[in-house]
């Protein structure tokens, strides 16, 4: 992608002129030259991302930039990292290799040169290319732009009540035997969409209270698919992640046959996947059922050769038109002077519901004015079949997307097929890649997020999952548009997808590996790495096996050895058995995820100075950090679950007076120590958003000459989230369990979710958490409290709109309304003594759910007085909103 390739290379000289000018110093003026010519080049891809498709002349341009630029890229990224490896030798490393260096400087400089030539030839003899422009019309100025709310799903529904009604019927009625359901149809039909609604109605929830989803797709994993579905039902143990298929199966097996179930199969393509997978389901003579989703017929008569499977239909003219009005003008009313042109382009999607929607994403962008100019396009449309039609909708969403969103959307065809996206990792990939440029006022993660919002308002990607915050937890996209994803980047050298590893085509000597900018590897991971495959020009590595792979000690430098000029690399599926010490060269890297049971990151990692995301998965409990994070300036997040010890009180005794305090972009730590909660470690990050601490808490309380170290936190005054675990292990939690909790004002002033875990506090200290004013979301994992009494005290949680309790001796909770006010979920985990939920609770208008697992039978019994009472309450009209909705765990409870 040109345009993307283009600001992060702006973005990249600019910060290493700025930061790092001393590894170019002897060429820093050829640098400065380079910057200042490829500026020509943003503002003609900004203005030309609509009418590319129009003109070849502008695709040929655009591809020139894009070369040249990369070109740019190679040669300034070769050269630092070489400078960097030279700066880091001793004095007599640096004069043997002088010689070397000195020729590399040459080299560079004549690079850069001959670059600078390029340029000029391309905005000198393609002027009249730049010239076609006209000034943008400003619909790709990201800056002024609506804000749209997103557009739920769930809500835009059409066509498909009384198909939901007919599967809803064969689900329910049948013998008593397991009995199989088919929903079949063409890509784009929406089968997964009719499913969804399927699993989600009232009468199925309460029909199979024990139920599942689960995608399949073209590239399954078994062992995937069973831990996935078991994940529904228990929590999967180690245990569980080490069993091999046939075993994993049995567990499953055993673990359904207890009761009545419901397993949703998504995007099942084949007779074999069936074959692999059924094996998993018992027929235990309880009404048991199985819904499948396929395009294949013959799939669903495989599954099911006695009953028909169910065929989707397209929708009507009159429901494409309603679907189109809901997708692109938010309802159904529709002004006159657009009703023609809607009704034709509606009729043009001929019935197929992806179509529509995707149609809508532009309409929607775009506004009222350009319903004309799309009803022209899809009359291109009109004699191709379905599938080339759709095809042809989405390039024309696509040649519509504002240039900012163009990489971020094609950068979709990486993920696997059906994968639910975390909202977390992509944002920060995203950001790592360069997709995501500054703006005053915001920070990155921020315009990434909007960046997302805009692509589902586009109804490009689909919302998977929600956060208790109502923020966008997961997401995925479509297969179709997955497939356009993938077509789009192959034309763009943009990845390549390693999938069906053969390696005879990924030989170290391949030279597709010299073009392409990243690579996804989907499978036989060990199989690609030992081919020692070599890719200079690769700058992301993203691992998506769906078991764990072990390195042997001879491939720990395959990957830093192989890709040297690496931004990304995310090898979360891979185990390296030690830390691989070549890692320390990438320079470059900005996101990187790292497998192991380490138990020290060595200083040398704070060579990585463009570092942002740095995740450590380690099995070990502890984790301490040598390396001095405090000059790693573009450090924003860090992650483990280990605890974790940082530099900063060590350092301070060896801190001379003239030294000066280095404060990064840090916005997340998870999860810490707390001997590290220091206030020399808080003074470094001022800009913490998540906090994460695991130990044992009672350090953080010790008040020692007048403070603690808690009191610290209080002045981390942008702290939304904050975990506290109380990890005493070898030690069981209750002998170092906390007395209390610091006073309300040493909290953060903005925190918004707090979560406590096994720390054995008194319900009397509830008081403190119901005074903190900005509260929204509090989780009371494990043993976060214990007693059989609690009476919140009258004013508090004033803002709390989740809570969540887990494990607990509660026996008696009195509450009313009054003290909740603004309540709208409640979780309830393993509360075996609680005799009832508060009765005031029915009169909490917010509240719009109730989730009960393995409680009490009385507590279930007062959950359900207080939806009798919500439901007769809004059946009076004295309640808002939609309806109150309760879920409880076993059924017969």
């Known amino acids: 992608m040109a345009d993307a390739a283009v600001e992060f290379l702006l973005e990249n000289l600019k910060q290493l002129l700025l930061y790092n000018a001393n590894l170019i110093l002897d060429v820093k003026d050829h640098v400065e030259s380079l910057y200042n010519d490829l500026s020509l080049f943003k503002a003609f891809l900004k203005d030309s991302t609509e009418k590319r498709s129009k003109h070849q002349t502008l695709k040929e341009l655009v591809k020139q930039i894009r070369n040249v630029v990369y070109e740019a890229e190679d040669a300034i990224d070769s050269f630092v990292a070489q400078a960097a490896v030279h700066k880091a030798r001793k004095q007599i490393g640096k004069a043997l290799h002088m010689l070397d260096y000195k020729a590399n400087l040459r080299s560079i400089a004549k690079d850069i040169v001959s670059i600078r030539a390029k340029v000029k030839d391309i905005y000198e003899t393609k002027k009249f290319g730049f010239e076609a422009l006209t000034v943008g019309d400003g619909s790709s100025d990201r800056g002024t732009k609506e804000k749209k709310p997103p557009v739920v799903e769930e809500d835009n529904v059409v066509g498909f009540e009384d198909e939901a009604e007919k599967v809803i019927n064969l689900l329910k009625g049948g013998s008593d035997d397991l009995e199989v359901i088919s929903i079949v149809g063409m890509p784009g039909l929406g089968k997964t969409t009719l499913a969804k609604m399927i699993y989600r109605d009232p009468e199925i929830e309460y029909e199979f209270y024990s139920r599942a989803w689960v995608y399949v797709s073209q590239d399954y994993s078994r062992k995937e698919v069973f831990l996935n579905i078991l994940s529904h039902f228990t929590q999967p143990t180690e245990a569980m992640y080490k069993m091999n298929e046939e075993n994993l199966a049995k567990e499953l097996c055993k673990s359904l046959a207890k009761g009545k179930y419901l397993i949703v199969m998504d995007d099942v393509w084949t007779e074999e996947a069936w074959n692999d997978l059924k094996v998993a389901f018992p027929k235990n003579n309880k009404r048991s059922r199985i819904l499948i989703t396929s395009r294949m017929k013959k799939v669903a008569r495989h599954a099911n050769p006695s009953g028909e499977p169910h065929d989707l239909r397209f929708l009507t003219p009159d429901e494409s038109w309603t679907l189109l009005q809901r997708r692109a003008l938010g309802g159904e009313n529709c002004p006159e002077e657009l009703v023609k042109d809607g009704k034709h382009i509606a009729d043009e999607c001929r019935g197929l519901p992806l179509a529509i929607v995707v149609i809508g994403g532009i309409l929607l962008e775009k506004g009222t004015d350009w319903w004309e100019q799309v009803a022209k396009s899809v009359d291109a449309y009109i004699a191709m079949d379905q599938e080339k039609r759709m095809e042809k909708f989405i390039d024309l969403s696509y040649n519509h997307l504002p240039y900012h969103l163009k990489a971020c959307f094609i950068y979709f065809g990486m993920f696997p097929e059906d994968f639910e996206i975390p909202v977390w990792r992509l944002v920060r990939l995203w950001i790592a890649e360069g997709f995501i440029q500054q703006q005053e006022g915001m920070s990155l993660e921020d315009i990434a ?196 010890s940082l530099p900063g009180t060590l350092s301070k005794s060896r801190k001379s007076k003239d030294d000066v305090l280095m404060i990064g972009s840090l916005q997340t730590l998870s999860t810490i120590s707390p001997e590290s909660c220091t206030e020399d470690v808080f003074a470094r990050a001022p800009n913490l958003k998540n906090l994460g601490i695991r130990g044992q808490l009672a350090k953080l309380m010790e008040n020692k000459n007048g403070t603690a170290l808690f009191d610290s936190l209080g002045k981390l005054s942008h702290l939304e989230n904050l975990k506290l675990i109380n990890d005493a292990f070898p030690h069981p939690p209750s002998e170092v369990k906390l007395t209390s909790l610091p006073q309300r004002y040493k909290f953060p002033s903005k925190l918004k979710k707090l979560t406590l875990s096994n720390t054995l506090l008194d319900w009397k200290d509830m008081s403190t958490l119901g005074m903190l004013e900005k509260l929204e979301i509090l989780k009371l994992k494990d043993n976060a409290f214990e007693g059989a009494w609690w009476q919140p005290e009258e004013g508090g949680f004033r803002a709390l709109k989740v809570l969540h309790i887990g494990r607990t001796d509660l026996l008696t909770w009195n509450a009313l309304a009054h003290h909740f006010p603004r309540l709208r979920h409640l979780f309830l985990r393993h509360c075996t003594n609680l005799a009832a939920l508060p009765s005031g609770f029915a009169d909490i208008l917010s509240l719009k759910l109730v989730d009960l697992y393995c409680t009490t039978k009385s507590a279930a019994a007062s959950a359900r007085t207080i939806q009798q009472k919500k439901n007769q309450m809004q059946g009076e009209g004295k309640s808002r909103g939609a309806g109150f909705k309760l879920s409880i765990y076993p059924p017969d409870q």
């Open 449 to 644: 997020e909007e960046y997302l919002e805009d692509l589902i308002n586009r109804n490009l990607v689909m919302v998977g999952k929600y956060r208790s915050n109502g923020k966008i937890k997961t997401c995925r996209v479509h297969d179709m548009l997955r497939e356009f994803c993938k077509k789009e980047a192959l034309e763009e050298n943009f990845f390549q997808e390693v999938k069906r590893f053969d390696r005879g085509t990924y030989a170290s000597s391949n030279p597709t590996l010299d073009r392409y900018r990243r690579l996804c590897i989907h499978s036989r991971v060990l199989d690609y790495i030992s081919s020692k495959p070599v890719g200079p020009r690769v700058r992301s590595f993203l691992c998506f096996s769906s078991e764990d792979i072990n390195l042997p000690a001879e491939l720990i430098s395959s990957i830093p050895g192989a890709f040297k000029l690496l931004r990304v690399l995310d090898a979360r599926s891979i185990i390296f058995g030690r830390f691989p010490t070549d890692l320390i060269q990438l320079v470059h890297l900005r996101y990187i995820v790292l497998t192991s049971n380490f138990k020290i990151l060595p200083a040398a990692i704070s060579c990585l100075w463009n570092i942002q995301t740095l995740v450590v998965e380690t099995s070990s409990r502890t984790l301490e950090i040598k390396a001095d994070i405090w000059k790693m300036i573009q450090l924003r997040h860090v992650k483990t679950k280990a605890s974790t």
